[in-house]
């Protein structure tokens, strides 16, 4: 719809502040944010409605609108309510760079506009997209009106017959029709996401028509940043995070208007899923603060304190201070200089969650920061009784191998021949004083996992020797003795030569062992790095081949 025809509407009320010249502007779109830089939400030509809660003075109004023009949005529609009126910094810059201004008043709810807006550009029936709105209108409320993604897969069930389910990147279901019947098997929502990444991974744009066990199944994407397609630098960076819709029916002989209902159904459920991604910001705060203490040799006095601001938030209604694992995780793409922490972030925090359990809610006891290309995650786990869990026999906590045995044929789909995931999961500790062990245990499984061949690896703490648990508790003098017989070598070496063989061998090691991703991070000629991997071995007796001894440099240059 062109912007004119939504200011001719007086049943919005709409005031037109600016951009008289832009009027024949298309709209395709609407959003409403409040945040300070909603650009990454955004395709282009959206209407955003905003009620001016990100502006704190004069200085917020330019910025916020350059990073609309530069997200290719329609127009600004600001309410009235929150400061009585849409201030002069903020016509100025709209001014500034042509970009239509409209004035809400307070009488006119955001979702009376975005309901119309909707309705207009998706050229459906209005009393089902009426629905469709009113019932997001509801989602995105607290309380128990409030539904999710299941009111509007409701809808699809009532008024259009369809059959539909919201899955993750590894195949958990996340939501799904009360009207659709029974839940998809887990084996059927395991393949259907496999399906999803390998036909993102190809390029091929959605939605994607799949049978299986004679059923045909349509899969629309679900994209969390609400970019259009194509939008990131490269689709690796987001293609193991998204969701998907999968429709039990075949979309390819469907008409315009019902593909685009669809398609503004995945918008609606986009939404949301943006919401509880944002809603992750204070246990990903929580994480990386404590990482931070952990990786600095903070006072454990100081750590403790920060896990128990930390333990209401992940366990919410806990007695006692739980014990914690730690799990890193790594995705690495061959050749390529992705960055790999933000998707080890998503992922980390998916594969987490109980493959078993439906909808977010077992998520929000999930911890994740990132460092570099490394996901982090500190695993609150209930306090068991000694006797109860020599009394059952059983080890409690996560284990590596169960918490991939599910969403590894999905991951290996999106991971397509030229991506890693590694995993390392420690044992379970029961204070601060043991966390700086455990994130080296964990980190150091992640290394076993990577020795293995597979693209889709883990390992856990059982399979490491016990020093290593005990690294961080090993005295001074042991230590110095032990780095000084590996490392001064190394490092007289490098003093006389400038050589830099020290940090060939962490970036070596940090490789996991491969020539060609060590080369390309240092900038080296895979001959070159061969000289100083012999020139090292040469120095030390040490072969770089062996396990063993990339163990003794890994554990020497981390007591260093």
């Known amino acids: 719809m062109r912007l004119r025809a939504l200011l001719d509407t007086d049943a919005l009320g709409l005031l037109l502040l600016g951009g008289e010249d ?186 994607h028509r799949v049978q299986l066990d004679g059923t045909t199944y349509s899969l629309f994407p679900i994209r969390s940043s609400g970019r259009a397609p194509g939008a990131a630098r490269d689709v690796r960076e987001t293609v193991l995070s998204d969701w998907l819709l999968a429709v039990e029916a075949d979309a390819s002989d469907w008409d315009g208007q019902r593909m685009d209902l669809l398609q503004g159904v995945t918008q609606l459920i986009a939404v949301e899923r943006d919401r509880r991604e944002a809603a992750r910001t204070v246990r990903r705060r929580l994480a990386q603060e404590v990482l931070e203490l952990v990786q600095t040799g903070a006072a454990p006095a100081e750590i403790a304190a920060r896990l128990r601001v930390a333990a209401p938030v992940l366990l919410p209604g806990l007695g006692a201070a739980p014990h914690w694992q730690v799990v890193v995780a790594r995705v690495e793409w061959d050749g390529e200089e992705i960055e790999g922490g933000p998707v080890a972030q998503s992922l980390l925090e998916e594969v987490l969650v109980d493959p078993s359990a439906t909808g977010p809610e077992p998520a929000d006891r999930i911890a994740v920061a990132h460092t570099g290309d490394e996901a982090v995650a500190l695993v609150p786990l209930p306090a068991v009784p000694a006797v109860a869990a020599d009394r059952e026999g059983a080890e409690t906590g996560l284990l590596a191998d169960a918490l991939l045995q599910v969403v590894r044929e999905p991951l290996s789909a999106g991971l397509d021949g030229d991506g890693r995931l590694t995993l390392g999961v420690s044992a379970a500790v029961h204070s601060a004083e043991g966390l700086r062990g455990a994130l080296e245990e964990a980190r150091h499984a992640r290394r076993v996992a990577a020795a293995r061949p597979g693209r889709v690896c883990a390992a856990g703490h059982q399979e490491l020797a016990s020093h290593v648990l005990l690294l961080p508790f090993v005295p001074d003098d042991v230590r110095r003795a032990f780095t000084a017989r590996l490392l001064d070598p190394l490092t007289d070496y490098d003093r006389r030569h400038r050589a830099e063989l020290i940090p060939t061998l962490e970036a070596f090691l940090d490789c996991d062992g491969s020539w060609t991703r060590c080369a390309t991070r240092l900038h080296l000629h895979v001959n070159t790095l061969r000289y100083r991997v012999g020139r090292i071995e040469q120095l030390t007796g040490r072969d770089l081949s062996r396990l063993e001894d990339k163990l003794d440099f890994f554990l020497a240059l981390r007591m260093s």
Do not use: N
Request: hydrophobic share 45%; with cysteine.
């Open 22 to 207: 832009e009027l024949d502007r298309s709209v395709r779109g609407v959003m409403t944010t409040d945040l300070r830089d909603p650009s990454r939400y955004l395709a282009g030509g959206e209407l955003v409605l905003t009620g001016l809660a990100w502006r704190r003075d004069e200085a917020d109004s330019e910025p916020f609108v350059r990073l609309l023009v530069q997200a290719g949005v329609a127009a600004l529609a600001a309410g009235t309510a929150e400061l009585g009126g849409v201030p002069e910094d903020l016509i100025a810059a709209c001014a500034k760079h042509r970009l239509p201004l409209l004035a809400v008043d307070e009488s006119v709810a955001f979702a009376t506009v975005t309901e119309h807006v909707v309705r207009q550009v998706s050229g459906e029936r209005a009393g089902d997209l009426a629905a469709v709105v009113d019932r997001h209108r509801r989602m995105m409320t607290s309380g128990p009106a409030g539904g999710g993604p299941d009111v509007v897969l409701d809808l699809l069930g009532t008024d259009l017959d369809l059959r539909a389910w919201v899955l993750s990147p590894t195949g958990r279901l996340i939501a799904g029709s009360k009207v659709a019947g029974p839940d998809l098997p887990a084996g059927t929502c395991a393949r259907l996401a496999a399906e999803q990444l390998a036909a993102t991974r190809t390029g091929r744009r959605g939605p």
